[in-house]
């Protein structure tokens, strides 16, 4: 993987079949640069990462792009007031399962590589699970406890989930 400095103003090293169609005019810009770089610190200090806009500021799209950089699979789920307790539970559940699996992946890769004496370095897929427009919702408590707490109903998120 290559760092964000290297990969610079372009989308140049980030594999073409990687991109998602709608980023291939994104660019990296000193403004989306800096952003992305402190989602990355956050996301490694394993901290929360709250992002703040006007609608339509970039949001989603600078984590869509980071996702991509780095090779990390993104999950979304729009939450406006409606959107019922099963929905979010559901979802949450979900991604925290193909974390797991991607977990489980680079253990079985990791067990491969010791055995044959190579230098173990398979690492699980990151997975970042954004819950967009949050404010706007009831559940506040639950939404908490998946952000802060890393837990939902008990159970732990996957270390490879990083939510936003």
């Given amino acids: ?3 964000l400095w290297e990969i610079g103003s372009s989308n140049e090293g980030v594999p073409e079949d990687k991109w998602p169609a709608d980023l291939r005019d994104f660019r990296l810009t000193a403004d989306n640069y800096v952003k ?11 901290l929360p990462v709250v992002l703040l ?7 989603t799209m600078v984590l869509r792009a980071l996702a991509a950089i780095v090779g990390a ?4 789920l729009p939450i406006d007031a409606g959107t019922p307790l099963h929905a979010i539970l559901d ?6 399962m193909k974390a797991r699996k991607y977990e489980e992946r680079a253990a079985e890769l990791r067990a491969i590589q010791r055995a044959r004496g190579h230098k173990v370095t398979a690492k699980a897929r990151d997975v ?9 919702n009831p559940w506040l408590p639950l939404l908490k406890e998946i952000i802060c707490d890393r837990r939902v109903r008990g159970m732990r998120l996957a270390p490879n989930v990083h939510v936003m």
């Avoid at 970042?128 to 706007?136: A, Q, R, S, V, W």
């Fill in 1 to 3: 993987r290559r760092s």
């Fill in 36 to 46: 992305c770089a402190m989602i990355l610190q956050r996301i490694r200090a394993g």
């Fill in 53 to 59: 806009g006007e609608a339509g500021c970039g949001k």
């Fill in 73 to 76: 699979k993104i999950r979304t």
């Fill in 91 to 96: 979802f949450v559940v979900r991604t925290n």
């Fill in 128 to 136: 970042y699970m954004f819950l967009d427009e949050i404010n706007t």
